[in-house]
């Protein structure tokens, strides 16, 4: 099993042996990399993403080998109808959406194109293979797991550092668009030579900056929070709810609504 791999609520980070986990690091107004105290990763809230799960590259690997097994149906804990709800497009995905646009022929050397998102995964294809992949951070940490089941690959990588959404995008896309061209054996357009400059020579607007992050908070209560107040629904993720006042306004009540009921028509 995935014995290393653990719920941020159940752990205090900073008792963890040194070594275990990642330092992570956030990059300062000057350029410089300061390290941010491990306890900061139970700051994201709620809304973790996997119920806040942290794990070791040697559990992805373990959680890769059972997903492609369960895809070429060879043993796994897995099955094919769970990797159908979670591969599954639920929403389709502009094709202009964020710093993906413009990755195709003619412009661009290969084929990356997105199709749509499913019970969490993004879909799309590679070199015309699908892949199913996602990416996500935390506090100074950043990391990306990608598929491409029809030739059992699965990649996963992780960054320690600035996590500038772009930026961090970037990086990880080369590293799994690398590794995917050495093992489908294709021709490498991606070089030791210009691999750091990705996507820069190949993009128009590649969306990179070199400007500070700045996030601009509007403070103060939120005029006519009714507008929001109440169950918002996606298919792909459970219900959420908002609740409040222009005081004091609940952004992210979060319930897994669906969940609780289907625990209560299992009880009745």
């Known amino acids: ?39 900061t990763l ?19 690997v373990k959680f890769m080998k059972a997903v492609l097994n369960a895809y070429s149906n060879k043993t796994s ?22 710093p993906t646009k413009d990755m195709d022929r003619p412009t661009f050397p290969v084929s990356f194109t997105q199709k749509g998102y499913g019970g969490g995964t993004f879909t799309g294809f590679y070199r015309g293979y699908p892949i199913y992949f996602h990416g996500g951070s935390s506090h100074g940490h950043f990391s990306y797991l990608t598929f491409l089941p029809a030739k ?7 960054l320690s550092g600035n996590q500038l959404e772009n930026d961090c995008f970037y990086i990880q896309q080369a590293i799994w668009m690398y590794a995917l061209d050495l093992f489908l054996e294709d ?8 691999v750091c400059k990705f996507p820069e020579g190949w993009l128009v607007n590649s969306g ?18 009714e507008r929001f107040i109440g ?38």
């Open 42 to 60: 139970k700051l994201i809230g709620p809304q973790n993403p996997a119920g806040g799960i942290m794990s070791t590259t040697g559990d992805m």
């Open 187 to 194: 021709e490498q357009w991606l070089t030791e030579e210009n």
């Open 208 to 225: 990179r900056s070199t400007d500070p992050f700045e996030r601009t908070i509007k403070e103060g209560p939120i005029p006519n929070s």
């Open 231 to 268: 169950t918002w629904v996606r298919p792909e993720f459970a219900d959420i709810i908002l609740n409040g006042t222009d005081d004091d306004f609940k952004v992210g009540s979060y319930e897994r609504e669906r969940e609780r009921e289907r625990e209560r028509e299992r009880e009745r």
């Open 77 to 98: 804990p897995f099955s094919k109808d769970i990797l159908k709800k979670i591969w599954d497009p639920v929403s389709v995905i502009e094709y202009d959406y964020g």
């Open 152 to 158: 059992e690959i699965g990649i996963f990588s992780v």
């Open 1 to 39: 099993g995935m014995d290393e791999s653990f719920f941020v609520s159940d752990k205090e980070m900073d008792t963890l042996p040194k070594g275990k986990i990642a330092v992570p690091y956030h990059e300062g107004p000057d350029g410089s990399l300061y390290r941010i105290p491990i306890s």
